[in-house]
């Protein structure tokens, strides 16, 4: 009798120490196996969405370029996974938001300010950060000046290159207006292209806020800005740049219309735009030797006068339109006389070559760039010109693409009839 009692004792006995045991295991499993798997998620996660903030970055760049609206997608903050065993924390969150405003500026050679961003010259940057329960090395991402990086606690990794200075090119984004999103989960931003601006800047120095070091700039510039021409002081970059450059500055607005309302995206694929306020084409002039009509020219060089022709617009809108990049798209030549293939041609600002060079075009070329703008005045007609490398004839006719500085471009049939 008294053998089966302690039998029965040691069996409870067993249980206990065996439910013991089970439950240390649950706390040491609870304590660092949840926590180690949730940091590993955690650690992942911030790996990944590197990429999400240079897609971002990407997007904002596009949508200056283009003049399109571009979406972004972020990953704000993993999610665990339901557990049988063991208890997840409250699932972790992330901020994405904007900074607070800070102004763009822009010098010439004698000091003087340049007015190159419409609308306005404040701007914002873009920061993620993600409050994870376990993994704390995270650092915050930022994007700026055309360039993503990670800012930890005590160092910066750019994730992007720079595109602030690319060559006589300067490209100035403003990121308006605020925004703030705090969650988990995707979160799909639209990055919306607002209006652009273009100015030749002699000598620019060129100023824009700023959260890296010195430098960092200097390491991202290498080889298009020397080191004493880079300076970063009271959270502002300095650039101080030789030589004309063409600076550009365009708006984007962070999930909403940005100031000034969203690009025009008329025009780009409208022949012979004739809206009011669009530059307008009026006429062709096939020019003789000496800028007049043809067959006036001397005997003999009727060929080369006849290699000339004037262009006339007429800009109907109430501010002046700059020129600053053109491309002939297609040249079709008539079949009589027989002729050497028209293959380019010289771009003029003045009705007659050659006077005020300003950039030479190939028949399906690229897009180029001009070497100045070329200004079309409010409300007025304006006469430009142009020599191709083979003399044009009645019924030839051609197509050119017109770009100008605030971000809009036209079709243009040109018909010498």
Not at 3 to 32: H, K, N, P, T, W
Not at 250 to 277: F, L, M
Request: aromatic share 6%.
């Amino acid at each position: 009798m008294y053998l089966s009692e302690d039998r029965a004792i040691s069996e409870v006995i067993g249980v206990v120490v065996l439910f013991v045991i089970l439950l240390l295991l649950l706390g040491m499993y609870q304590a660092y196996a949840v926590p180690g798997e949730n940091q590993e998620i955690e650690f992942q996660h911030s790996q990944e969405v590197r990429g999400d903030v240079l897609d971002l970055r990407n997007a904002v760049l596009d949508a200056k370029d283009t003049g399109r609206t571009r979406s972004a997608k972020i990953d704000l903050a993993p999610r665990y996974p339901s557990r049988i065993i063991g208890i997840n924390p409250p699932p972790p969150s992330a901020t994405l938001e904007t900074t607070e405003n800070s102004s763009i500026e822009v010098l010439n050679q004698d000091d003087d300010v340049v007015d190159v961003c419409p609308v306005t010259s404040e701007t914002r940057m873009m920061e993620y950060e993600a409050a994870y329960n376990v993994y704390e090395e995270n650092p915050v991402m930022r994007f700026e000046n055309t360039v993503a990086y990670a800012d930890f606690a005590e160092a910066v990794r750019p994730i992007s290159g720079q595109r602030l200075v690319e060559g006589n090119r300067v490209n100035l984004v403003v990121l308006q207006p605020s925004y703030r999103e705090t969650g988990s989960g995707v979160l799909s931003l639209d990055m919306r292209a607002g209006r652009l601006n273009e100015r030749h800047v002699e000598d620019p120095t060129v100023s824009v806020p700023t959260r890296l070091d010195e430098d960092s700039w200097i390491e991202l510039l290498d080889g298009e800005v020397a080191p004493a021409d880079v300076s970063v002081s009271g959270g502002f970059l300095t650039l101080e740049l030789d030589g004309l450059h063409r600076v550009s500055c365009g708006v984007v607005g962070t999930g909403t219309q940005p100031p000034g309302g969203e690009r025009p995206t008329t025009g780009a694929g409208d022949v012979n735009p004739a809206g009011p306020d669009d530059v307008r084409f009026v006429s062709a002039e096939i020019l003789a030797p000496g800028g007049g009509p043809p067959g006036g020219g001397p005997p003999g060089q009727e060929e080369e006068g006849n290699r000339n022709v004037r262009l006339t617009f007429e800009n109907g809108g109430d501010e002046d339109a700059e020129l600053t990049d053109a491309r002939i798209a297609f040249y079709y030549q008539s079949p009589q006389p027989a002729r050497p293939d028209i293959t380019d041609a010289n771009i003029y600002d003045s009705p007659t070559p050659p006077t005020n060079l300003r950039g030479n075009l190939e028949v399906q070329g690229p897009m180029v760039e001009l070497s100045e703008p070329i200004t079309f005045p409010a409300e007025s007609q304006k006469s430009i010109s142009m020599r191709f490398n083979v003399r044009a004839v009645e019924n030839d006719f051609y197509v050119m693409t017109l770009r100008f500085s605030d971000g809009t471009s036209g079709l243009y049939f040109i018909s010498m009839d």
